[in-house]
């Protein structure tokens, strides 16, 4: 069927548990074919439990998926694997932590010491941080963000990565402000620059390096939050 068709009958059916139950059951291969190249990628041979999971994606997919978004079937791919790899996320056990510290001295955010690393090979580790980096690279496009901008512009001196730390502390310390800023998918320059003092034009020429560590952040990327740990130690 044409990718075209396929969107409009998504489009089509939603509200109808019915009509979203059988298109289901007509694509649970592609699902099961998504769910299995993910659960490969961690070393997993049975995955009854991310099969439910994916599922349950498609599903939310279908309520959520507008025309402007490109392909339905790319689209649920993607929310499919998020879901699977937030599921493995979830199942480990990482048991001690160190806490970054907001304006808000009552909120607390995890951040993983360098020891839950010594639980893991290190090829586990190289192939996990492979996963969430190729996870990063997608919802970095979604800003319009490639791993090259931020080469280019990553902090070399302490005064700028101490300058990411502030602003990226901000963000994540008041909820309606990362709520506006990962739905807008644009940095709110006017608030960091009242609030916190700092010149706009500097706050412009690392925006998209702060957008990348928020991200880091806000999806709880374990494995590559070592990239950007002097965050939780200023």
């Not at 009854?48 to 997919?61: H, K, P, R, T």
């Not at 500097?202 to 806000?218: H, N, P, R």
Request: proline share 3%; net charge positive; with cysteine.
């Amino acid at each position: 069927m044409h990718p075209s068709i396929i969107n409009q009958k998504v489009e089509r059916i939603k509200g109808s548990k019915e009509d979203i139950n059988k298109f289901t059951e007509e694509y649970k291969p592609f699902v099961a074919a998504c769910v299995k190249k993910v659960a490969q990628k961690y070393g997993c041979c049975k995955y009854d439990n991310e099969l439910s999971i994916g599922l349950a994606a498609f599903v939310e997919s279908i309520n959520l998926y507008k025309s402007s978004q490109g392909n339905f079937l790319s689209f649920s791919q993607e929310a499919i694997k998020k879901s699977v790899i937030d599921y493995y996320k979830k199942e480990r056990k990482y048991p001690e932590t160190l806490f970054l510290k907001g304006n808000n001295d009552n909120e607390e955010l995890d951040f993983p010491t360098a020891k839950f690393l010594e639980e893991y090979s290190e090829e586990e580790v190289g192939e996990y941080r492979r996963l969430e980096l190729e996870h990063l690279g997608e919802q970095l496009k979604e800003w319009d963000i490639y791993f090259f901008d931020l080469i280019k512009v990553s902090p070399k001196q302490k005064s700028t990565r101490l300058m990411v730390s502030q602003v990226v502390r901000f963000i994540l310390s008041r909820r309606e402000i990362l709520d506006k800023t990962i739905k807008s998918k644009v940095l709110p320059i006017a608030d960091i620059e009242k609030y916190l003092n700092i010149p706009r034009k500097k706050i412009e020429g690392m925006q998209k390096y702060i957008i990348a560590v928020l991200l880091i952040y806000t999806e709880d990327y374990k494995f590559i939050k070592e990239y950007v740990n002097y965050i939780n130690g200023m």
